[in-house]
């Protein structure tokens, strides 16, 4: 990926002065008085892959709705506005400590693996001809992964 | 509060001209030119019942934060913001009839019935002190049972 | 409207058993002992209105992508979404009454009923051909009314 | 925390091989088919700073939920709950591109940025006392700015 492009190192855009998004969530979460349940790393790997693959289809759903085959794109918009649903829920809940319910925990991040891997599916079958939807499997790879990781630590 | 306020049958308040949400919902689901895949009277209740438990959540979160006894709640406002995040998704979900993916369908129900049982459960410990906590019980109960309804007829 | 489609009266349907939704949300705000800062029959319609509306524009949004016509419904869709997140968003803002801001809610109000007035402009146009667009239409005039009032008592 | 910890430049940890987030906002939105309408750097800016930020305060909500002195921090969670909601249904906007509604657009960023004002005066109120308070107002502060220079440039 080019760097550069984004303003990182080499130049002075405003995108070199800001935090990572990853650093924020490991510094919000090492800064709550609540005791936190799981491993931190895999935690704040989930949320982040959520947060970024609820972006990845909200976009993703919405360039294939200007995409000239929109009628053969159904499926793939479908799935994509169910999956973003679930990421931004499951990146919500993640970022709770207080209280926990490992329960609801579990069925949150089953159903987001769930939802990655169905709409990861869905979109890799567009990915040579969209690279919107190349781009939008590889975060639900990414998500659908992290997910799985996070479950078999609780 | 008594019904009649609310403008039902006998007076002229504003409400009586507007269709019940169920009524809408219904109605928008037989307009819709996709096939609804399962049995409709049971996906109505079950999108009236994700729609009240959200927003009967968010109220008692509110609600439980006003109360002096605010430090006794921290668990019920938790698991409440976390079950309205999860019923809200859910609501959105199963509004939707595009090339449906049972299994996607299957793992959010079961993360909504399970976000329900324990906020129904939570809820209902502190229903006798507060009101709000009473409701909102009502509304988690009358959810999970839609969500397990549901996915009984997948 | 046929009230004994959806099991009331007459009838011995699930539906009888339940409340309406806005008899739950007043029962709710009523509960609250937080003080509610704004008139409260007009704060229960337009939060009933917002959730009636994301509902019906989730629901309108995958009626269009369903429809053979799509291509001619991009606009339509697009507004949908962006409708259903506001109005969702203006909900959950509306049913919050501990120490509330009022800039805040004004202007969430504001955006809500900007694009209420879009989305039923757009679903106006639609509505002789579909009929989830008529509906959708209604739904975001009640909402957009719902909101303006609410901004007026402010 | 340090940044190297994340695993920046010089080790090897599972970060290191994924993209920054503002890259993948930034692919997305070069890869659809539908024109943007308004500057693509403040855009891919504005989004990322929407995310962050309601990441940011639905996590400081849960800290603040779990200090000892929750009754005194009561506002501060009213603001983070409406501020996350605000935020993040203004990322979902800003990410469609889609037949764009500038009025739709403008109100909705003026309601982020008013939204992230309040939010940012209440946490640096505690940001003293408290990191997650501290953190919250910055990201709250840069999401104001991006808002209001998404503004400018519309």
Redesign the interface.
């Known amino acids: 990926?080019d760097?550069a492009?984004?303003g990182t190192e080499t130049d002075n855009?405003?995108?070199e002065r800001?935090p990572?998004?990853?650093?924020?969530?490991?510094?919000?979460?090492?800064?709550?008085?609540?005791e936190v349940a799981v491993d931190r790393?895999l935690l704040a790997?989930c949320?982040?892959a959520c947060?970024?693959c609820a972006?990845?289809c909200?976009?993703?759903?919405?360039?294939c709705?200007?995409?000239?085959s929109?009628?053969d794109l159904?499926?793939c918009?479908?799935?994509d506005?169910?999956c973003?649903?679930?990421c931004?829920?499951t990146?919500?809940?993640l970022?709770?400590?207080?209280?926990?319910?490992v329960?609801?925990l579990r069925?949150?991040l089953?159903?987001c693996a769930?939802?990655c891997k169905?709409c990861g599916d869905e979109c890799a079958q567009h990915a040579e001809m969209?690279?919107?939807c190349r781009?939008?499997a590889e975060?639900c790879r990414?998500c659908e992964e992290a997910c799985n990781n996070l479950l078999a630590a609780l």
């Open positions: 990926m760097h492009a984004l855009t405003p995108f800001k990572e998004m990853t650093h924020t969530i490991t510094a919000m979460m090492d800064s709550s008085p609540a790393q790997e949320i982040q947060l970024e972006q990845t909200t976009a993703c759903a919405d360039a709705l200007s995409e000239e929109v009628a159904r499926h918009i479908r799935t506005l169910d973003a649903d679930i931004e829920t990146g919500r809940v970022s709770r400590h207080t209280a926990p319910d329960a609801i069925a949150v089953e159903a769930r939802a169905s969209h690279e919107h781009i939008c975060a990414r």
